[in-house]
């Protein structure tokens, strides 16, 4: 029988590795970028077309590299990070494996142009396929530039698998938060197909979250230091009263890494304990500062997992020094811009002034068992008949006026309560001629008699059911009715919202929303779904719907659709606590078991109770 093991060739080996490392566009814009870092650049662009389907393109400032550097780097396993099998537990850099460059090229049409300082001249390299086209000196400015043409040409059932710009976008634009966040030093832009999406100067750490997610961050923000012999800790955690529904703006950084790691966010969550609203999540931007040889970060392809030696210490540092910049910033928010670990300034303290004693003012005559008005002759005649208090004893004028005053305001009040009185039994009459009875406990049921005995209704839920089966339908046929603002409203949100907003704007103008994009992340709302005409402004609304979508995407796995009816019906639907009249009650009642699945809620739990009489006998034990 012959040997049937073989060596792969490296072309094979190259689009293996790539499955690995590049698994979309926005991987390979994380690999690039961070191989930019690790060359010393302080100015970084990134040029997309396509959402990196067509074009990725990375330049920076950095160290460049020699000749044969420039072709070394697309070799496997070729890395400037590792010399010795030690060298892996020292690791504080970003891309140290030697299989980035090489898995983008053998998926990719790749040109680099790269200088080094001392050079006079620059190399160019062209590489298809993991094969190199061409390699030639060029006129290069300091510094490298990549470009990434045709992600997946050569493998066309993996570009096949890849989503929609929009979605594709948003993947990219995560890893350039995160890589933004790590390197507030640096200096980043974004653009896409020609336009802007970040400029984001060198800054500090607050103001590179400002500059990220918007100025009114700039008031959210707490900030957390703790310094101790395992780790340091560093960063800012959100305020509890702007915690959000999704777990979007929750970051962690272990030696400048971005991590993805349950157990110390759940630290942060305890720190929150008894602050946070049910099912909100708050923001949080961590840094931990660790000896590398106590972490392993090789414990997962893409290095956003890390084990610890000891997670259990590193745990209780960071609830309770999350926990303590809580308490103690939380009350005072800060006002300066540029200041980060101080609040000490906000709080000025007045020069010290003489403290003068009071002085007290009395009558050593006054009786108050007295019956003559003895004082009232001795006063001078400017304060009788007046209606102020005697200076000397402190008793108002004419007081036995206010006993009338009193008694007429009883009379009015009671005249009106027998009004009110009269129109609520009229009402109940024509009710109970016209309508079944409906009670309403407590602002939140509806309670009814059937013929059983008695049901009780979510009104909460009932709406949800409603508006959810009418906005699915009208998603199906286009047919959602809106309703123009009088003053139309323009709404600036984050780049990932934007790009999530422009991914859904035709369903959502399917559901009576009227929408036009204006200038970059910015929308001009001139309608709303007549359906929601009095739910919160539109800013608020549009913000709640693309929440509520991004919550049900990472936990339900809806689709789009579905997604979007359910989110809008959340946000649109009365909520407990709101008091409705006997005909709101029939309206409501009447829509729902209009609805095809009526006792079930958004939640999968039901909607209606019922309470039958034999239940009610055996609980009286009758």
């Given at each position: 029988m012959p040997d049937i093991i073989q060596l792969l060739p490296d072309a094979v080996a190259n689009q293996i590795a790539a499955g690995e490392v590049v698994q979309r566009p926005a991987s390979a814009v994380k690999e690039l970028i961070e191989n930019a870092i690790d060359a010393g650049a302080d100015k970084i662009q990134l040029i997309l077309k396509d959402a990196g389907k067509a074009l990725i393109q990375v330049i920076d400032n950095g160290c460049g590299m020699s000749l044969t550097d420039a072709r070394m780097c697309f070799e496997r396993h070729a890395t400037s990070k590792i010399k010795k099998a030690e060298d892996l537990f020292a690791i504080r850099t970003m891309g140290f494996r030697g299989e980035a460059m090489a898995s983008i090229a053998a998926i990719a049409q790749v040109e680099l142009k790269t200088r080094r300082h001392e050079d006079e001249l620059g190399t160019c390299i062209l590489i298809e396929g993991s094969e190199v086209v061409s390699q030639e000196a060029c006129s290069a400015p300091t510094g490298s530039s990549i470009s990434v043409k045709n992600l997946f040409y050569n493998t066309p059932a993996r570009r096949n698998f890849l989503k929609s710009n929009p979605v594709e976008m948003r993947h990219i634009i995560d890893e350039f938060q995160r890589v933004a966040l790590a390197n507030p030093q640096i200096f980043l832009t974004l653009h896409h197909d020609g336009q802007e999406v970040y400029h984001l100067p060198s800054a500090s750490l607050k103001q590179r979250i400002v500059h990220l997610f918007g100025n009114n961050y700039n008031q959210r923000l707490v900030p957390v230091e703790e310094d101790t012999t395992i780790i340091k800790l560093h960063g800012f955690v959100g305020k509890p009263e702007f915690a959000r529904k999704t777990r979007g703006e929750q970051f962690f950084f272990v030696n400048n890494r971005f991590i993805k790691d349950n157990y110390l966010n759940h630290a942060v969550l305890i720190a929150f304990q008894e602050l946070l609203q049910d099912d909100t999540y708050p923001l949080y931007v961590l840094f931990i500062d660790i000896d590398p040889a106590k972490i392993d970060i090789n414990v997962h392809p893409t290095k956003t997992e890390i084990k610890y030696q000891d997670e259990k210490s590193i745990y209780a540092i960071i609830r309770s020094a999350v926990k303590r910049s809580l308490g103690k910033y939380n009350i005072t928010p800060t006002l300066d811009f540029d200041q980060e670990n101080s609040i000490g300034h906000l709080i000025t303290p007045k020069p010290f002034e003489e403290i003068v004693q009071p002085s007290i003012a009395f009558n050593p005559d006054f009786n108050p068992f007295a019956t003559e008005k003895k004082t009232n002759e001795r006063e001078p005649a400017s304060y009788r008949n007046t209606g102020v208090s005697d200076h000397r004893t402190g008793i108002p004028r004419n007081w036995d006026t206010l006993y009338e005053i009193a008694r007429k305001e009883e009379n009015v009040q009671h005249e009106l309560h027998q009004e009110v009185n009269t129109v609520a039994v009229n009402e109940q009459e024509v009710a109970k001629s016209s309508e079944k009875q409906f009670f309403q406990v407590h602002n939140r049921y509806i309670l009814s008699q059937i013929k059983s005995g008695f049901m009780l209704i979510s009104?909460?839920?009932?709406?949800?059911?409603?508006?959810?089966?009418?906005?699915?339908?009208?998603?199906?046929?286009?047919?959602?009715?809106?309703?123009?603002?009088?003053?139309?409203?323009?709404?600036?949100?984050?780049?990932?919202?934007?790009?999530?907003?422009?991914?859904?704007?035709?369903?959502?103008?399917?559901?009576?929303?009227?929408?036009?994009?204006?200038?970059?992340?910015?929308?001009?709302?001139?309608?709303?779904?007549?359906?929601?005409?009095?739910?919160?402004?539109?800013?608020?609304?549009?913000?709640?719907?693309?929440?509520?979508?991004?919550?049900?995407l990472a936990i339900l796995k809806l689709d789009k659709r579905d997604n979007l009816a359910r989110s809008l019906a959340r946000n649109g639907a009365m909520k407990a606590g709101t008091k409705l009249s006997m005909e709101e009650m029939n309206q409501l009642v009447d829509q729902l078991f209009a609805c095809q699945m009526p006792n079930l809620a958004l939640n999968g739990k039901p909607v209606i109770s019922t309470v039958t009489l034999a239940e009610l006998a055996e609980r009286f034990e009758k």
């Open positions: 009104q909460q839920a009932a709406h949800e059911r409603i508006l959810y089966e009418r906005f699915l339908q009208q998603l199906q046929n286009h047919s959602g009715v809106s309703q123009q603002s009088l003053f139309p409203q323009s709404v600036t949100l984050n780049s990932a919202d934007f790009e999530l907003l422009k991914e859904l704007l035709p369903d959502i103008r399917a559901l009576g929303f009227d929408i036009r994009e204006f200038g970059p992340n910015t929308v001009v709302v001139e309608g709303i779904p007549a359906d929601l005409t009095n739910a919160a402004n539109e800013h608020e609304l549009l913000e709640q719907l693309l929440e509520g979508f991004k919550n049900n």
